[in-house]
């Protein structure tokens, strides 16, 4: 059976969010492909909500046949999900992250949203990851085999030029200044590294958790790094372009991270990463990879020691500069693109309403 129309519940963001940006993308995509994709923005608090928004959640989707759901909406609402499907409607839940990994809440708080989470996505018809290392943890964590992965894609951008001479090299960490994120343990592996020549600049929505932004503001200036380290808040256009294009390294010290866009973001531009392992990231910067020279390092979540080590053995080393470079130049051709996750996404879709 043909896909004609799609119902696609979402939660946007106050300030910029990969997950946004891949929903957008996808349902420009969609609709590039003759799909008429009928957006509906719920608003919330989400994913903890109560009652009357689970309700309201419900009553938006009985007014499409077939949905694609932002797994932040069905975490929140399970019963919403059971509800419309019992009413004959199809709906497929897009994970993009794991609500109860979000550092910060209780145990109690934790718990009740993974439980949640499982529900919902049991009661639904499929279910499409943004990772195949999130596709893992879906069956890992609540037994949900055989998830669709439509990765993220990235476009193409002019490539970051190595430093000009007697220019020390520019790190660079874009995200949202959160606990989850993890600036923190950057800030500590830089404040190892006062020896060697560097400046690092830290991008990113600084209004999600203003106590948190004051800590790391506050830890900049008690280690030192006031003069090298560069806190930026959120940068949009030319100017985070030119962020970009004077950046030699990219540093993701998510503690939680399904995929990591701007992994890829920097790969499009030619940058290396050194990101935590075991996450999403680490897979990301794989991407396109052909031979078995990584496009940069990995470490420990959490622990600043190994950060800083990586971080030393990158800033000396000449030969592992290139390497990685060449590595990141390298994979750029061979990245994935919106086109293929598009058309990922619509695949699954389209099987899940084949009778039988």
């Not at 499907?85 to 910060?104: C, K, N, Q, S, W």
């Not at 990765?151 to 190595?162: N, R, T």
């Not at 200036?221 to 030319?238: E, M, N, Y």
């Not at 680490?282 to 031979?291: D, N, P, T, Y």
Request: net charge neutral.
């Amino acid at each position: 059976m043909p896909l004609h129309r799609l119902g696609f519940a979402r939660w946007i963001s106050a300030v910029p969010s990969g997950g946004n940006r891949y929903d957008d993308e996808v349902a420009a995509g969609l609709r590039g492909r003759g799909i008429d994709v009928a957006e509906y923005a719920v608003p919330g608090r989400w994913p903890v909500v109560g009652q009357a928004e689970g309700r309201r959640l419900a009553e938006v989707l009985l007014a499409e046949q077939d949905w694609l759901v932002d797994n932040i909406l069905a975490a929140g609402a399970p019963e919403a999900i059971t509800a419309v499907r019992a009413a004959g409607r199809r709906v497929t839940v897009l994970v993009h992250y794991f609500p109860a990994d979000e550092i910060g809440w209780s145990r109690t708080e934790r718990d009740r949203l993974a439980s949640a989470e499982g529900q919902a996505l049991a009661a639904a018809d499929g279910t499409i990851a943004t990772s195949h290392w999130t596709a893992a943890q879906l069956d890992m964590r609540y037994g949900i085999s055989g998830a669709a992965v439509a990765v993220p894609g990235v476009e193409l951008a002019p490539c970051s030029p190595p430093p000009a001479p007697g220019e020390p090299p520019r790190l660079l960490w874009l995200g949202r200044i959160t606990r989850t994120k993890d600036p923190l343990t950057l800030v500590a592996a830089l404040a190892r590294l006062r020896d060697l020549g560097w400046t690092a600049r830290v991008i990113g929505p600084d209004s999600v958790d203003p106590a948190y932004t004051r800590l790391v503001r506050a830890a900049i200036d008690l280690l030192g790094l006031g003069d090298r380290v560069a806190q930026l808040g959120p940068r949009t256009g030319p100017q985070l372009e030119a962020d970009w294009a004077g950046g030699q390294l990219l540093i993701s010290t998510s503690r939680v991270e399904p995929f990591g866009m701007v992994v890829t973001e920097a790969l499009a531009r030619g940058i290396p990463s050194v990101v935590p392992a075991g996450t999403g990231a680490a897979e990301a910067q794989r991407s396109g990879a052909a031979s078995g020279i990584p496009a940069g390092g990995t470490f420990r979540s959490g622990d600043d020691h190994e950060l800083a080590a990586v971080l030393r053995g990158w800033l000396t080393d000449p030969r592992r500069r290139r390497q990685w470079r060449n590595a990141a130049m390298a994979q750029r051709s061979r990245l994935p693109t919106w086109r293929t996750t598009v058309e990922a996404v619509l695949a699954h879709i389209s099987e899940s309403l084949e009778p039988g």
